[in-house]
């Protein structure tokens, strides 16, 4: 069973904005590091961004970089990415995953969600 689950995935035409949600299943993530990463069909999983425990600390792929924005609510368990001015190659599923250490490696992270899907049309 999964710890994470993510949500409001869709299409999208290029410039637009959608907003992904990731809900805990079964336990609180409020002290891990989170993150998000995608992947598009033939590629490898690419980091997007991540956040630590606490909110205060965010880094970026340089391909997003000042076009999304990670957030998180620990007291309702729920991990954010404002994604705005989306282009065709951000077209992936999108995974939201926890780590106690946090990283940009998905090696570093043991808690996975299932991936909802993000499609960016010309």
């Known amino acids: 069973q999964a710890h994470l689950v993510e949500s409001g995935g869709g299409q999208v035409q290029a410039g637009g904005s959608l907003r992904l949600s990731c809900t805990a299943s079964?336990?609180?993530?409020?002290?891990?590091?989170m993150a998000w990463f995608r992947q598009a069909p033939g590629k490898e999983r690419e980091f997007v961004a991540t956040?630590?425990?606490?909110?205060?600390?965010?880094y970026y792929a340089d391909s997003v970089k000042g076009r999304f924005t990670i957030s998180r609510d620990n007291a309702n368990n729920i991990l954010y990415l404002q994604m705005n001015n989306l282009k065709p190659e951000d077209t992936a599923v999108y995974f939201c995953?926890?780590?106690?250490?946090?990283?940009?490696?998905?090696?570093?992270?043991?808690?996975w969600g299932q991936g909802t899907q993000v499609t960016v049309s010309s």
């Open positions: 079964g336990r609180t993530f409020s002290t891990y590091a």
């Open positions: 956040i630590s425990w606490g909110g205060g600390a965010t």
């Open positions: 995953a926890a780590s106690e250490h946090g990283g940009v490696g998905h090696h570093e992270y043991e808690h």
